[in-house]
């Protein structure tokens, strides 16, 4: 049984940095495309960036502007999400997700989702 589990989240102050971390099992994370979404209130989910396998990235959004970097390490069955200069607009609820192959697939193929991390960033 896959599992995908969320951490890092908090409140922030505008302007201040976070890093999202999420560890995945029951698959062979190694061979697996990894990728962040959110969703805020009242809003559809939104995909933010995928990583395949072996490090290529997919901007499933640009909304980020260049502000959030996604990275992974193999090792620790982890994958991470940097965000930079957080806005107020930054606030959601932040999930990671597994795909099922190497490479990133669609935002709307993944199966395996974590149950989220709050990110609340205030002015």
């Known amino acids: 049984q896959v599992q995908v589990m969320e951490s890092g989240g908090g409140e922030v102050q505008a302007g201040d940095s976070l890093k999202l971390s999420c560890t995945a099992s029951?698959?062979?994370?190694?061979?697996?495309?990894m990728a962040w979404f959110r969703q805020a209130p009242g809003k559809e989910r939104e995909g933010l960036q995928c990583i395949s396998w072996n490090g290529g990235i997919d901007h499933y959004s640009h909304h980020d502007q260049g502000r959030f970097t996604i990275s992974r390490d193999n090792d620790k069955n982890t994958v991470y999400l940097k965000m930079d200069n957080l806005a107020p607009g930054d606030s959601a609820m932040y999930y990671c997700?597994?795909?099922?192959?190497?490479?990133?697939?669609?935002?709307?193929?993944?199966?395996?989702w974590g149950r989220g991390t709050q990110v609340t960033v205030s002015s």
């Open positions: 997700a597994a795909g099922d192959s190497y490479f990133c697939p669609a935002p709307y193929a993944f199966n395996h």
């Open positions: 029951g698959l062979t994370f190694g061979h697996t495309a």
